[in-house]
Nanobody, 125 residues
Framework: VQLQACGGGLVQAGGSLRLSCATSGRTFSRYAMGWFRQAPGKEREFVAAISWTGGNTYYADSVKGRFTISRDNAKNTVYLQMDSLKPEDTAVYYC???????????????????WGQGTLVTVSS
């Protein structure tokens, strides 16, 4: 199973970015997907998750109302639209696929078994 994340970059505070994560090697439509991030010197933290149907989404309080997770099962891709970015959103962002099929996913990294390589998001003030 491979996950390829892209879309990171440098953006000013208040700006937007859209991350994408293309997956292969697993029936994408059967699995919940998640986005996590890790800032320098900090532990990896949950950002957002989407159920296998796409009907349920979950967000960390720090990004609720600013970030939107979505998925396109025809393209085997999950997205993270990030608006109103803040300097504290600066981190390496990772996508991950949940280990159990037909699940809603959850905020805990241990529940995800395959991870992308990460894409760096830098928000300048």
């Amino acid at each position: 199973v491979q996950l390829q994340a892209c879309g990171g970059g440098l953006v000013q505070a208040g700006g937007s970015l859209r991350l994408s994560c293309a997956t292969s090697g697993r029936t994408f439509s059967r699995y919940a997907m998640g986005w996590f991030r890790q800032a320098p010197g900090k532990e990896r933290e949950f950002v957002a998750a989407i159920s296998w149907t796409g009907g349920n989404t979950y967000y960390a309080d720090s990004v609720k109302g600013r970030f939107t997770i979505s998925r396109d099962n025809a393209k085997n891709t999950v997205y993270l639209q990030m608006d109103s970015l803040k300097p504290e959103d600066t981190a390496v962002y990772y996508c991950a696929t949940y280990s159990t099929p037909f699940s809603t996913g959850n905020p805990y990294p241990g529940g995800y078994d395959y991870w992308g390589q990460g894409t760096l998001v830098t928000v300048s003030s």
